[in-house]
Structures are given as C-alpha cells and as structure tokens.
C-alpha cells in the first residue's frame, strides 16, 4: 500500500512496454500489478475512489495479449481486477491475515450495543456496493477501450495460443461481462461486436476475394467466441446473442478451421446446458451437422460436440439423439477424453488440476464460470456426468468398459484415480464425478420414486395420469422407455465399485468440495450402505468415519442451518444407520462406536426425518447398545431414553417394534431402570406386550423387557400395582405362543421372589394357578406330542415346563 502510491504503477506499465515481452521482466511486473490490484486500496476503506490507474493496467495488459506464456498471468491479473468478490479474493490470497482487516465476528457482534451492529451492517453494505460498483465500472472500461475486441482478435489470429489458453481467455471474458451484471448495460456494450451479417459485409468491401474469406471467418469466430463467453457468464443476454449469430455456426462447422471448428464446438456445448439457448442450436442436431465435429480427428473439437449432445439428449425426446448407438459413440469419446492422461503420474495430473483452478484465479467458488470444464479429462467426466443416466451406460461403465483394448484401465478405475488426486473436491469436475459414481449405484426406477417422496402424489399415480391425458398415436410415438433395472443388477454395480474402492475416493472427493457435490456423494455412499454385502468394505474404506464427521464440519461453516446442509447432514446420518444394522459393533474401534451414537440420536428425534430414517437408526443404536457399559452409558448421556420412549408411539408399527428393542438393550442401565420404575411407563409396557396380535414383534420385545427388569423389587411392586396387570398377562398365557408365554413366565418367576405383595397378587390373579395346570397338563411331553410343534417349538416349550415348575416349587 505504501509502495503503490508512489510512481510504481508508471513505472510498472514503462518496464512492460520496453521490455520487447522478455518473459523473466514482464512475468514480475504482472506479478506486481497484480499484488496492487490485491492490496492497494484498503478492505476498511469506504473510498469510491480507487487508487488503481485504470488505464495503465489495461495498456500493461494490452501489450502481453499476444504472448502464450504471459497471457495466462494477464488474465489472472485482468479477472481479479474485475471482480464482484473482491474481499473474498484477498483474503483468500498467500499474504498474512494480520495485516487485513477482519470483520467482527458472530460473538462480537453479539457483545455490541444495537447502534453498533447497525453501524457494522451499514459500513458492510456499502463496501458491497462500492465492490460491485466498481467490478462494472472496471469492466464497461475494459470492453469499451477496445481492449475486449483485441483480446478476443489475439487468440483467434495468433498461431502460439493453444487451445487450453484461448478456453481460459473465453471463461475470463465471460467472467469479466458478469461483472457488468445489468442486462442492458452488458448488451450495450457487446452490440457493437455482434455486429450483423450485413454490417460483415462492409467491413470487408473493399477486401480482395482472398483476405475477405480469411476477414469474415475471424469475425465470426470472434462473435461466437463472445457469445460463448455469455453463455458461461450472463446466459440470459446470451440466449439473445446466440439468435444474432446461430446462422454462423454451419459456417463455421463446415469451414474446415481447426480454430473455428474448436470454438463452434465450445459454443454449442456450452448453449447446450442453457436452457433458453438449446432452441438456437436444436437443428445441428436434427440434420447431422454436429456430427461432423464428433468426427473430427483433433480432441478438443470432438469433445465439445459430444458434450453437446449428451446434454440435449437428457433435454430432448429426439429419437436420434437418444438412440443406444450415439450413446455408445459418446461413451467411447467420453472414455478417450479420459484415457487421453493416462500415462500422466499423479504429481503431474495434481499440477495439472492445480492449474486449472488457479488460472482462473482466486474467487472459482462464488463466480457462475465454477462449472465449466475446459481439460479434455474435465470434458471427458462432464460427458459421463450425463450418459450416467442411461442404465445401459451404467453397465457398461460397472463391467468394465474400456474405451480400446489397449487401455490399461477401465473407465470406472480412471474415474477412481481421478477423485483421489489431491484437492479434487475442489475441482469443476468433482460434481460430475459424484454424480456418475451416485448414478451408477441406483435404479432409474428408484431415481423417479424419490423424486415422488414427499408429493401429494405417487409415481404409479403420476404415470396413469399421464397416460389417460395421451391418444392412441402419442403412445405409439413416445421414444423408447430406458429398459427396467432389476434389484439384482443394481447389487453387481454396488459391488463392483466397492471392488475398485470408488467409496474410499468418493470420501477423498468430499474435501473441499460445495455443498451440492458433497449431498450427491453421500446420497450415493447412502445408496451402496443398503446393499448388506458391502458394508464391511465401506466401513473399511472410511465411508463411516467420513459420514460421522460431516455434521461437525457442517457446524463449523457459516451455513449451518442451510436447508442444503441440514439434509446432507440427515443423509450421513442414515448412511451411519446402515452401515451399523448388521456390521459387529465389536470390530468397529471405539471412536466409531461412540462417535455413531449421536447422529442416529439426532436422526431419530429429527421430525422431517422418514420413518424408513427412524426405523434404520433405530435398529442401528439396538446393535451398538448390544455390546457392552460404555455404549449404553454414551446413549444415555445423549438423552436416548427420552429419545427412545418418545420414538415408541410413532404411527408406523416398525418404527415401534425398533424403538422397543433398543430400550431393552438398555437395560440394566440405572437410567432405564429409574425409567421403568415408573408406574406410568410400566403402562406402556404392559400394554405393548398384550397387543401381540396387531405387532407381535413389538410385544415380543416389551414383554422381553419386562422379564429382565422385574428382578428389581421396586420394578415389580410397580408393574403388579397396575389394574390391567392380571388381564393382561392372563392373555398373553392363554395366547398359546411359546416365545410370549417364556418371557411371561420368566417375569412370574421373577415377581415370585419379590416378597409377599408380589407373590400375593400372582395368586389372586390365577397366574399360579395356570402354572399349576400346565405342568399337570404337559410335564411329561405326552399331550405336547399332539400339538404337532416342530422340533424348535417343542425344545421351547420344555423350557416353558421347566419355568412353570420352577414357579410351582417357589410357592
């Protein structure tokens, strides 16, 4: 700041234009520039008036455009200079936080007077607004001084632009247009550039035949260059654009130009992803022309095409675009695009994403470019993030599918890779990737379900609906269903992307990645944890971990309370479910153990939870109560009890059978016995256990529960004590089922050595009595013999002998 108020900035811009592009002199001084642009006005400051000459750092910039290795550095140095962002970027920066200042924070503000936070509110606002106002001002500056034009005339006409550089140079013009963000004043400013057909022709009058054809194919390059920039930055003045110029595109398709062919084919993949774009470019899909882009030898041309028509194929009912056959074509494209780096090692393919990110500069997160590939692998993902939808590609993909026989790797193994490399989360491609691995892990039948949770209407509802509303001749003329994926299939696909350990590199994959890409990965970890086979090998490879931290990393960002982030959170919660109905809790390391028991609380209080939620975390906190004092004491320190007993009068029967049985596995806890001393819970347990014909499962549990805690006299006294004792336990005796009537005698036992009260009231009720006539009736297994049990029933009922004996002899 002190630097950059003396003549640097001159001298800065003297030292570039003199220096004949001497890469070790100019690389330096755009450094600089862009450290002023970074750090020259202060974050604090409330001046509209910034200390940036304006006009030197274009001139500065001007000069390197055509330069391939410092023209990379001048657009870092232009989309900082131009962005909305601006605070973020510098604190996103490698300077110290000290010297910066730093807003107060959440406890801060909480401690201020309210005039104070209104003060804080107010200067925050207004440095917004001057940041805004100053992106727009910067970049109507840019395009009107004719800088934009010769940006966009250097990388067509220059020979030494390579293709990846003159991808960046559209994302940075596309974002610097963004920042203008008013509609009219970026039309303003571009109309001179689509400029029409008739006005091409004057330019060009007096032009020899020769140098007209070369003239007008880099004018309408460059227009197609600039509407491609819109449709990453303002897709809205795009679709309006892209009319003034979509009769150029065959033009440019069929010119035989590797350069016009390269950016036609970045203009209709990227207006493919607009909706109110796709209509302009409907017909290149219609009558063929794309195709000769996807036929071209050169990678980069074909892999924009086919990104193309994948995406419009998922947007149209077009039978040609939808046909197995093109799909095939794209998957094998998509396959090469990916292959295509293969051999490149991990420290290379690290750096190569590293400088996919950095080039286009610092704020990738909050611009609206964050979701554009530009790599031939990007490209190659983006193509599978949309053929994933197909089941047949899910197959392909599952099984295998190499793009040649020569290929050391298949696709799914190369998509693996991919989301291991370092920072990948942090990619443009880490989206794609999550939603082909999610994609690959489920039905389309079961996609369509979900998208019918919740609705006050089902899928089978909504599909006669739409049937009804159809002639004879629009049935007949519907494209070809996507053929059903049977449960078995889905299974095969789980498993093999358990084998090539895609869980482990979707876990990788979370690190530093949006909140969208992050949902998608842990409804796919989600979708595999169903699969039983496999959730050892998830829990092995760090899905659990992973899905037991997230909560915590949700609580540490501003976003907390977001809707997005509360549903990731209750979907890692009911992946942690899961993955714990069946595995041993006993091999699980104590972290585990103890870290799961909080989520499946919280899932199971959640009230927006499903009761498919609830019932699988409560089974899951049922397996982990199993295994010993530690677990228990851990649930019960959560509030499980209350949680638990309240998850007991749930309306869905299984939910109430769960939540049963994970009580009883509490027991003998001291809190679940104070619980359960309790007359008015007693109740509840005595009433469940007598509604085993309508939840047999459920009584079964409760009657369990009963049995194990009537061995404490204060518990007895209680339960003996309630008017629908006798009725009760009489019923469920006389019900005939061996399960209930050993739990029933088990706790008669139990209340006759509870003293005199208990043992009178078994009495009075007739339960000793029944115990006297079925040992008379059945102690030597001669009329059980009639009963045709089977050998299992017949062992429980000795057993039940043995305990009315036992109860007998006790009175």
């Not at 910067?138 to 005339?153: D, N, P």
């Not at 197609?224 to 009769?247: H, N, R, Y």
């Not at 059903?484 to 869980?503: C, F, G, T, Y």
């Not at 982030?565 to 153990?593: E, F, G």
Request: aromatic share 4%; net charge negative; glycine share 4%.
């Amino acid at each position: 700041q002190v630097y950059g108020k003396d003549l640097s900035q001159i001298r800065l811009h003297e030292l570039i234009r003199n220096s004949d592009l001497e890469e070790d002199l100019v690389m330096p001084c755009l450094s600089m520039w862009l450290r002023l642009v970074l750090y020259l006005d202060p974050l604090d400051s409330l001046d509209k008036t910034s200390l940036i000459n304006q006009e030197l750092l274009i001139q500065s910039c001007r000069a390197t455009f055509s330069h391939p290795v410092l023209l990379p550095a001048t657009l870092d140095l232009l989309s900082t200079w131009t962005t909305l962002s601006r605070e973020d970027v510098v604190r996103s920066s490698t300077i110290s936080q000290n010297c910066f200042f730093t807003p107060p924070s959440g406890a801060e503000l909480r401690r201020m007077k309210p005039r104070e936070v209104a003060g804080v509110k107010k200067d925050q606002y207004e440095r917004l607004k001057r940041n805004e106002e100053w992106a727009k001002q910067r970049a109507v500056y840019f395009c009107k001084e004719g800088a934009l034009k010769e940006l966009m005339e250097q990388s067509i006409q220059s020979n030494h632009i390579s293709v990846p550089v003159r991808k960046q140079v559209g994302l940075v013009i596309g974002r610097i247009l963004s920042s203008i963000q008013d509609e009219v004043s970026t039309k303003k400013v571009i109309k001179p550039l689509i400029c029409s057909k008739f006005e091409i022709e004057e330019l060009l009058e007096e032009k020899t035949e020769s140098d007209i054809s070369r003239e007008r194919l880099d004018l309408l390059i460059m227009r197609a260059l600039l509407v491609t920039s819109l449709l990453f930055g303002q897709p809205e003045t795009a679709a309006w654009a892209l009319k003034e110029i979509k009769d150029d595109i065959s033009e440019l398709i069929y010119s035989d130009d590797a350069t016009a062919m390269a950016i036609a084919s970045e203009l209709v993949s990227a207006a493919a992803s607009n909706e109110k774009a796709r209509p302009n470019i409907a017909t290149l899909f219609v009558n063929g022309t794309l195709q000769r882009l996807v036929e071209h030898p050169e990678q980069s041309i074909r892999s924009g095409a086919a990104s193309a028509i994948a995406k419009l194929g998922l947007a149209s009912d077009a039978k040609n675009v939808e046909d197995e056959g093109n799909v095939m074509e794209l998957l094998q494209i998509a396959t090469e695009l990916l292959n295509e780096s293969e051999d490149i090692d991990e420290e290379e393919l690290d750096s190569l994403e590293l400088r996919t990110k950095k080039s286009l500069n610092l704020n990738t997160k909050r611009s609206p470019l964050g979701n554009v590939a530009t790599t031939s692998i990007e490209r190659g993902i983006e193509i599978l993030g949309y053929l994933a939808s197909k089941t047949y590609v899910k197959d392909e993909l599952a099984h295998g599918y190499r793009s040649s026989p020569d290929s050391t790797k298949t696709a799914l193994q190369r998509l693996v890779d991919l989301a291991n490399i370092s920072d990948a989360g942090e990619s443009i491609s880490a989206y794609a990737l999550a939603t082909v691995f999610s994609l690959i892990a489920v039905s389309n039948e079961t996609l369509r379900k979900e998208a019918f949770e919740g609705k006050e209407i089902s899928m089978e509802q909504y599909d006669e609906l739409q049937a009804l509303g159809k002639t004879d001749e629009e049935k007949q003329a519907a494209p070809p269903k996507d053929p059903v994926d049977s449960l078995e299939a889905v299974i095969e696909r789980i498993q093999k992307l358990a084998n090539v350990n895609a869980p482990q590199a979707m876990v990788k994959l979370m690190t530093g990645a949006s909140d969208a890409t992050i949902e998608t990965l842990v409804t796919g970890l989600n979708r595999m944890a169903n699969e039983v086979s496999v959730r050892g090998s998830l829990i092995q490879q760090g899905v659990l971990t992973a899905c037991i931290k997230i909560e915590d990393d949700k609580r540490n960002t501003k976003n907390a309370v977001d809707p997005k982030s509360k549903k990731i959170v209750q979907q890692a919660h009911h992946c942690v479910a899961r993955l714990l109905i069946t595995t041993n809790p006993s091999i699980l390391t104590t972290p585990q153990r103890m870290g799961a028991i909080k989520p499946m609380i919280q899932l199971i209080k959640d009230s927006n939870a499903s009761d498919l939620q609830h019932f699988e975390s409560l089974l899951a906190v049922t397996n982990l109560a199993s295994t010993g004092q530690d677990v228990t004491e851990k649930i019960v320190s959560e509030k499980g009890i209350h949680t638990l007993s309240y998850a007991m009068f749930s309306d869905h029967e299984l939910v109430r059978r769960a939540a049963t049985e994970a009580m009883c596995n509490l027991i003998p806890h001291p809190a679940m016995m104070k619980h359960l001393s309790d007359a008015e819970n007693l109740r509840l347990w005595l009433a469940f256990s007598a509604e085993y014909e309508e939840n047999f499962e459920c009584a079964r549990a409760a009657l369990g529960c009963l049995a194990m805690s009537t061995y404490l006299q204060d518990i007895a006294e209680a339960l003996v004590g309630l008017e629908s004792f006798k009725e009760s336990v009489t019923a469920i005796l006389e019900s005939g089922n061996l399960e209930l009537m050993h739990r029933a005698f088990v706790m008669i036992q139990n209340l006759m050595g509870q003293g005199k009260k208990c043992k009178e009231t078994i009495e009075e009720a007739g339960l000793l009595a029944f115990c006297f006539a079925y040992v008379r009736s059945y102690h030597d297994g001669s009329k059980a013999m009639d009963l045709h049990f089977s050998p299992e029933q017949q062992d429980v009922m000795l057993v039940t002998v043995d305990l009315a004996k036992e109860i007998c002899s006790s009175s």
